[in-house]
């Protein structure tokens, strides 16, 4: 007991313990958590990136589209005064110079017809000869649109007026006007200013470095944030994923740097608008977020573990206790710990008391029921060597030597032995079923010597119940009950008497049944509770060993009715030899 003590103090603490526990649980938790939310939070953040993303692409979009509109619709006013009739050329330059007032991003006006004639403009002056106008993209193409598409030129420094060299964005359309009361087609020209149209634009920004720029029909440069220096040569913007990708979105890399594409068409000029967004801006945020999201866990695990701390702290000492009162009740049962402490070690100890007021009981209950049984085994195997049965039993054999029947003298001899050798059993309290009716069957012998033809017994075994093992002296007593109460001494027939073993899923099945007399069933009540009436084992014997040794689950079963028969049922649990 002090070896076992030593070792017991050798191992940890429970305080110990309890903190690599808590410590290692905040770990996991750490962890775990940062496995399971950290791509969530990245993926929610890049969701939430591209939706940003996607909305500043649709709001650009829609602005730029408002400003589309609104020069088409300058254009178009000024197209349709100059369908007026009885309007002058002096009174036409007017209207459209009172039009370019109005809006100040638009820088000039001016009407050709299709060769290329100057026929108004609102500078007074062009520069360019009518070869050279009809040479010109913005002419070209306004006549291939044959009034119903407005094209727009992609920036470039102005070159038609003379007044000025600014650098702008042209607009063209097929129109039809009124020259000297009849009505001609011509194509409407007119310059906006580029730079607040591409201010605005360049202006308007994404996650960290992004930018937008715009793309013509020709995916050549209309805006872009550093479209001087483009044109210089002195940066360079990678078109090819854009020029692949008409609309939605893709990705290329600049350099090491990954990079997001957002691309819309703007309506009515088929530019495209083109988002750009770097990747390690995201990643950036990701860091920011990892940090302050490991911040917060590791205090919340520090706090978590100091409290953690602080509890086995006030609940060491009352276990401490408990412990020395459980190590003083191992060396003496008849101690009692201490029900002190916390609610729920308080509950321990009272549990704890009544565990050994329960044991204490129960130990004093297994000694009863040992001596009952040593009893009860005692009183059966006193009963197999009645001196009154041998007494029978060596008279018969006295007899039939007397009237020279020697060979049923040697017969009944043999089964006597046999009976006598079985019951011994070597000491053993349990047999197995072939050995048990092999005493029943020896016993049978000896009394069909003394009763004649009085009665016929049969036995009935399975080969696999025979080798289950039982309680000795279990079928014989029963046996005898039949052949004492059973038979009618009035009448003609033998009493048959039917043994059989059979198993039953995990319980083994003995029965016993005649068709004697019966009994009655006031007597049936009460038959298991009553002593034998002689020195004879008895029904109550039987049953008391069977729950003593197997439990209340099993035991013996009788059914009777009189002038019928009865029959005895005993069910065991399936023990083989090697249990």
Not at 170 to 183: C, K, R
Not at 188 to 213: C, E, Q, V, W
Not at 250 to 262: F, I, M, V
Not at 559 to 567: A, I, L, N
Request: aromatic share 6%; net charge negative.
């Amino acid at each position: 007991m002090k070896r076992q003590w030593r070792n017991h103090t050798k191992r940890r603490s429970l305080m110990s313990v309890l903190l690599v526990v808590l410590l290692a649980s905040n770990i996991f938790i750490l962890v775990l958590t940062s496995f399971i939310w950290l791509p969530v939070m990245h993926r929610q953040l890049q969701t939430s990136s591209e939706e940003r993303i996607q909305e500043m692409m649709l709001q650009t979009v829609s602005h730029v589209e408002s400003q589309m509109e609104a020069m088409i619709h300058t254009l178009h006013t000024a197209g349709s005064m100059l369908q007026m009739e009885n309007l002058s050329g002096e009174e036409q330059v007017r209207l459209l110079r009172n039009i370019r007032k109005n809006d100040p991003g638009v820088l000039a006006m001016a009407l050709f017809d299709t060769q290329g004639n100057a026929i108004l403009d609102t500078e007074g002056g062009i520069r360019l000869n009518p070869e050279e106008i009809r040479t010109a993209e913005w002419f070209r193409k306004a006549l291939e649109g044959d009034g119903v598409v407005t094209r727009f030129s992609r920036p470039h420094v102005q070159n038609v007026f003379q007044a000025h060299r600014s650098y702008v964005i042209t607009l063209s359309e097929l129109i039809s006007y009124q020259h000297n009361g009849e009505a001609h087609s011509g194509v409407m020209l007119m310059d906006i200013s580029y730079m607040p149209f591409a201010n605005t634009i360049n202006t308007m920004t994404l996650n960290g470095k992004g930018y937008f720029y715009i793309l013509n029909e020709e995916d050549e440069l209309i805006t872009h944030p550093n479209l001087l220096l483009l044109d210089n040569g002195l940066a360079v913007e990678e078109l090819d994923a854009v020029k692949k990708q008409v609309v939605g979105t893709t990705h290329d890399y600049e350099g090491s740097q990954k990079r997001l594409l957002s691309v819309s068409v703007i309506g009515q000029t088929r530019w495209r608008l083109v988002g750009v967004t770097y990747s390690e801006d995201a990643m950036t945020m990701d860091r920011n977020l990892v940090k302050s999201f490991l911040t917060i866990l590791l205090i919340c695990g520090t706090i978590s573990t100091l409290t953690g701390a602080v509890i086995v702290r006030l609940i060491l000492r009352p276990l401490h206790d408990l412990e020395e009162s459980v190590h003083a009740v191992t060396l003496d049962t008849d101690a009692s710990v201490p029900e002190t402490g916390l609610r729920e070690i308080y509950a321990v100890g009272v549990a704890l008391n009544h565990l050994l007021e329960r044991i204490q009981r129960l130990m004093e209950q297994i000694q009863e029921e040992q001596e009952k049984k040593r009893r009860l085994e005692f009183h059966a195997l006193e009963a197999q060597i009645n001196p009154h049965f041998l007494y029978n039993t060596l008279d018969s054999i006295i007899w039939m030597e007397e009237q020279g029947k020697s060979k049923d003298a040697i017969t009944m001899v043999g089964a006597l032995a046999r009976l006598f050798r079985i019951s011994i059993s070597r000491g053993f309290s349990m047999i197995t079923i072939r050995e048990e009716m092999e005493y029943v069957q020896n016993y049978v012998i000896i009394q069909k010597m003394r009763f004649a033809d009085r009665f016929l017994c049969f036995f009935d075994i399975e080969p696999e119940a025979g080798k289950m093992m039982m309680p000795k002296l279990i079928i014989q007593p029963i046996v005898e009950n039949a052949i004492t109460h059973a038979i009618d001494e009035y009448g003609d027939e033998p009493l048959h008497i039917y043994i059989s073993a059979r198993i039953q899923g995990e319980d083994v099945v003995l029965s016993v049944r005649d068709d004697g007399v019966g009994i009655p069933e006031e007597k049936l009540a009460t038959i298991l509770a009553s002593e034998p009436a002689e020195r004879g084992i008895g029904l109550k014997n039987v049953s008391e060993r069977i729950l003593l040794n197997f439990g209340p689950s099993y035991g013996v079963t009788i059914t009777s009715e009189e002038d019928v028969g009865t029959q005895v049922e005993i069910r065991m649990p399936v023990m083989r030899q090697e249990q």
